[in-house]
């Protein structure tokens, strides 16, 4: 075959071969890939890879992946569950776009840092106070790789519309208090008689309300209808650094149950 000719071929059947758009991908970056790996390839936290200067190819394959299932994730809270929820909303061509992109960057320095979006790190969750009083405990889960345990409340809200069957509306609110399991000699945790860990030290809460309104700053490949996310530290104070990027894209595959894990222990609750 004429060399020329060959080369011809290939590049007419290559998948990374049609030209990607790069102010296409960075569009599409600005807008949803920047809320964790930043708007320059440079991510917002340590535990999030930087994407500048990475090859295209690989991006790219690396999101198709992610897209139909190859990349499984352990868990639905991994960071491979995340990806996934933004890689199915991608077409090839945004797929090619966003690769394109971030390879154009340079590459970032070990130290950088990329800020969060305002739009995505601010959230209108605010603390629950008093919420043992108002709030109905219907849930509880074991979390063996941490060796914690969750309890799981629910406003009257909330409540109510999963006990009728219906989504969950503004004016929900689902709060989560995290605690580090009671442990024997053998520093397992201590099953209760229940079937849950016996919950020792309390570590944090995190809590998902939603509120008239809230979602209309979170780009669509994000937003979960109204839905806002937070973490609390014991003092009741939003704990620093917390992406709502990650929860927003976490729960974005469970529309069809109000983005919540929970719902249907929620629709039992007593």
């Not at 590459?107 to 209108?124: E, H």
């Not at 809460?205 to 609390?232: C, H, K, Q, S």
Request: hydrophobic content about 45%; some cysteine; overall charge positive.
């Amino acid at each position: 075959m004429n060399k020329v000719l060959g080369l011809s071929v290939i590049l007419a059947i290559s998948p990374l071969a049609n030209a990607a758009d790069i102010g296409a991908g960075k569009a599409k970056v600005e807008t949803v890939c920047a809320a964790c790996h930043g708007a320059n390839g440079v991510s917002v936290s340590d535990t999030i890879p930087n994407l500048a200067a990475q090859r295209a190819g690989y991006l790219e394959t690396q999101l198709k992946a992610f897209k139909d299932g190859v990349r499984k994730a352990p868990s639905m809270t991994s960071p491979i569950a995340t990806m996934a929820a933004i890689a199915t909303q991608l077409s090839a061509a945004d797929m090619a776009d966003v690769a394109a992109y971030f390879a154009s960057l340079p590459g970032a320095s070990g130290a950088a840092k990329s800020a969060q979006l305002p739009n995505v790190a601010k959230t209108s969750v605010t603390f629950p106070e008093g919420y043992k009083d108002t709030f109905t405990m219907y849930h509880a889960i074991n979390f063996p790789a941490t060796k914690q345990v969750r309890h799981y409340y629910a406003n009257k809200v909330a409540v109510q519309a999963a006990k009728e069957g219906k989504p969950l509306p503004d004016g929900s609110y689902l709060l989560a208090e995290v605690y580090a399991a009671k442990l024997d000699s053998d520093s397992k945790p201590v099953m209760g008689a229940d079937g849950f860990f016996v919950a020792d030290k309390p570590l944090l809460y995190t809590a998902m309300a939603r509120g008239a309104g809230w979602g209309n700053d979170i780009p669509a490949m994000l937003r979960n209808e109204n839905w806002n996310y937070a973490i609390f530290a014991l003092d009741k104070t939003h704990r620093p650094g917390v992406n709502q990027a990650e929860c927003l894209a976490c729960h974005k595959p469970l529309d069809n149950v109000s983005y919540t894990f929970t719902l249907k222990q929620l629709s039992q609750a007593r």
